[in-house]
């Protein structure tokens, strides 16, 4: 079930009809009910590996509590085996099998290790495996730490993972903040849910009328990346960074705006990304819940920077590596996230020899006015952003050798022939024009916030008419989906 489809639409206006028609200690159970249909609009059969999954995290949540020592750290091993381990299976199986076909061919030797289609035929990677697998990890991991008491209602912790606006691609949340809310008893506040519709609403907007536009221009670019030219290929690299911001960013605000109407907060996942002004600055805004995430869970255990400069360098190459491992089993991904990783030693190296950088306290930057700064600032997000874009290359591309016959193409700076692109002049100027107001989106936020009931019953129909008359209803799977 896509957010952008009328089914989406129906059953998110008949579940909240429902849940405040209901008592207010009955309201989890329709949740969970609604949650659970929700996945199962996907592959029904999943929901019974999810729940195998669930049981085993909610069960060593509770013995993990009340043991000490080895018996506690074997627990969490067990429940990091069985969510990892569901993982590697369903999304790695495949990908380092080959590898492994690779390595054995270099020796003459053949592999005995079917393929996951030969060995389970018509078998798909579950809908979100990677979010809710993580989600599930912080919950233990969190336990152990003592951090989170133990839940002992099964269908309250099913609800944390499951809540269906979450739950196939995030945020990424902790226990700590969501699941005690579950327990709340959230009665109707017409305030929370206007703001909610209005979040709702734009992030509607950045998906059916701007991410899928420019992926009219995207997609077959990218596809026919061998015939395609250089000018177009740029054009194209460019819009992708519009289409998978407002994409996934779209998809958040939804699923952010869906969860305040039902009285659920749940942390933001954006803060103007592509106004960063280095790269660490850029992963301080972008997918906040899994940067943070992997900072928590893998690179402060594994030292992070306190240990010696190689050693805070080697981390960061880890964590970036596995970052984009998460996010795809392709040698693509683990380059796009290598890449960054070397963005930001790179970044560590230059601070360490440049006496002010864009991060630097000492720097102050006058709102009003050009001064030297203030441009040296632009500057920084000009290059920030140019980065970002090179990077997404190989994300979007459909195979690694594509990513690198694109760039090549894109640095060479042959931009004579004219650009092929299914768009016109004035939807291109029109989406450029939202975009200038996403990447000021904090007003937008402080409207939300600010909105009385006349700025609503405005705002609302204005942002259904642009919708309606503006967007690209072939509904499109957010780009996340697949991860």
Not at 295 to 310: C, K, M
Request: charged residues 10%; aromatic residues 18%; positive net charge.
């Amino acid at each position: 079930m896509l957010f952008n489809s009328l089914h989406f639409l129906l059953f998110f206006a008949f579940t909240t009809l429902a849940y405040f028609s209901l008592p207010l200690r009955g309201r989890w159970v329709l949740l969970l009910i609604a949650s659970c249909y929700f996945y199962m609009a996907f592959i029904p059969a999943y929901l019974l590996i999810l729940g195998g999954v669930i049981l085993i995290d909610y069960v060593a949540g509770i013995y993990i509590e009340q043991s000490q020592g080895a018996r506690r750290k074997l627990l969490l091993v067990v429940s990091l085996i069985a969510n990892i381990g569901l993982l590697v299976f369903f999304k790695y199986y495949d990908f380092f099998n080959e590898q492994l076909t690779l390595m054995l061919h270099s020796f003459g030797k053949e592999n005995p290790i079917p393929m996951m289609g030969e060995l389970l035929p018509g078998i798909l990677l579950p809908i979100g495996l990677s979010f809710h697998t993580f989600q599930s990890i912080s919950y233990t991991i969190e336990v152990y730490r003592g951090n989170q008491v133990a839940e002992r209602n099964l269908g309250i912790y099913a609800l944390y993972v499951l809540f269906y606006p979450q739950l196939v691609a995030g945020p990424i949340e902790r226990p700590q903040n969501v699941l005690h809310q579950f327990r709340y008893f959230h009665a109707f506040d017409w305030v929370r849910v206007r703001h909610g519709l209005l979040q709702m609403a734009g992030g509607f907007i950045k998906k059916v009328v701007i991410a899928d536009r420019m992926a009219l221009v995207v997609d077959p670019a990218f596809s026919h990346a061998t015939t395609t030219g250089s000018s177009t290929l740029l054009l194209a690299a460019v819009f992708y960074s519009i289409q998978i911001y407002c994409d996934f960013s779209g998809y958040t605000d939804i699923a952010i705006g869906a969860g305040n109407v039902l009285g659920i907060k749940m942390m933001q996942n954006f803060n103007m990304p592509y106004l960063a002004a280095s790269i660490s600055d850029f992963w301080r805004r972008w997918h906040i819940s899994l940067s943070t995430w992997f900072r928590d869970y893998v690179y402060i255990p594994l030292g992070g920077n306190r240990r010696s400069a190689p050693r805070t360098y080697l981390n960061t190459f880890i964590i970036f590596g596995l970052s984009g491992l998460w996010h795809g089993a392709d040698w693509k991904f683990i380059i796009w996230g290598l890449l960054h990783g070397f963005y930001l030693v790179v970044g560590q190296l230059w601070s360490k020899q440049s006496p002010i950088t864009p991060a630097s306290p000492q720097v102050k930057y006058k709102q009003n006015s050009f001064s030297s700064v203030n441009l040296g600032h632009l500057t920084n997000q000009f290059l920030t952003f140019t980065l970002v874009t090179l990077t997404w290359v190989f994300f979007r591309a459909n195979t690694t050798g594509d990513a690198f016959m694109i760039l090549r193409k894109i640095l060479s700076f042959n931009y004579t022939e004219p650009i092929q692109a299914a768009i016109q002049p004035a939807e291109l100027v029109f989406c450029f024009l939202l975009m200038a107001c996403l990447l000021v989106e904090n007003r937008w936020i402080s409207f939300i916030k600010q909105a009385d009931n006349r700025a609503f019953w405005i705002a609302i129909p204005v942002l259904v008419f642009i919708c309606y008359f503006f967007g690209v209803f072939t509904a499109n799977q957010f780009i996340y989906f697949q991860f």
